[in-house]
T-cell receptor, first 113, second 113 residues
Framework: EAGVAQSPRYKIIEKRQSVAFWCNPISGHATLYWYQQILGQGPKLLIQFQNNGVVDDSQLPKDRFSAERLKGVDSTLKIQPAKLEDSAVYLC???????????FGEGSWLTVV | GNSVTQMEGPVTLSEEAFLTINCTYTATGYPSLFWYVQYPGEGLQLLLKATKADDKGSNKGFEATYRKETTSFHLEKGSVQVSDSAVYFCALSSGSTLGRLYFGRGTQLTVWP
């Protein structure tokens, strides 16, 4: 079974530039999550989708971050404009509806300089 | 609210030593508890889980028991190997939050031959 796919794996951008990350969840998983993991900390939820609807985006900095899951399958997370403190690993994860086991992708490593 | 507290790292052990990584939690409702492992340069992998009080999760020689009375979920392994070197994250999922995970800060484990 294929896991959660993410791209790009690594990205370096200058502050005030924009960046987009893509995620394809495990087939059949209706719930999709984006987490932010800053170095030395545990992952923090940014946004949770159920199919193509947003369940929780309370921790998403909406002035600069946006995410979409238009067809209820793959998803894109965008940052514009980026700040230095956005340097982190962006983890995509998925789970079955009502499931409590979440499967993570390998992450997209962002460095803002 | 929901939160997880892990013992501070880093933890350094010799091969075949006994490992304990402490984890305590606060939660609303009846949480499920997890240990995730992150090897260098990789994403999070589910190591083990327990969904109700007194359950014991186990995998690859690691064990953790869900203790409701002490709100704890300590990770143990009787004999660690060099290949166990990684960052370990304790996490909880409260039933009221549809699978969203709350993570501890992580504990870096290094095992020397």
């Amino acid at each position: 079974e294929a896991g959660v796919a993410q791209s790009p794996r690594y990205k370096i951008i200058e502050k005030r530039q924009s960046v987009a990350f893509w995620c394809n969840p495990i087939s059949g998983h209706a719930t999709l999550y984006w987490y932010q993991q800053i170095l030395g900390q545990g992952p923090k939820l940014l946004i949770q989708f159920q199919n193509n609807g947003v369940v929780d985006d309370s921790q998403l900095p909406k002035d600069r971050f946006s995410a979409e899951r238009l067809k209820g399958v793959d998803s894109t997370l965008k940052i514009q404009p980026a700040k230095l403190e956005d340097s982190a690993v962006y983890l995509c994860a998925s789970s079955l509806t009502g499931g409590n086991t979440i499967y993570f992708g390998e992450g997209s490593w962002l460095t803002v300089v | 609210g929901n939160s997880v507290t892990q013992m501070e790292g880093p933890v350094t052990l010799s091969e075949e030593a006994f490992l304990t990584i402490n984890c305590t939690y606060t939660a609303t409702g009846y949480p499920s508890l997890f240990w995730y492992v992150q090897y260098p340069g990789e994403g999070l992998q589910l190591l083990l889980k327990a969904t109700k009080a007194d359950d014991k999760g186990s995998n690859k020689g690691f064990e953790a028991t869900y203790r409701k009375e002490t709100t704890s979920f300590h990770l143990e392994k009787g004999s660690v190997q060099v290949s166990d070197s990684a960052v370990y994250f304790c996490a909880l999922s409260s039933g009221s939050t549809l699978g969203r995970l709350y993570f501890g800060r992580g504990t870096q484990l290094t095992v020397w031959p």
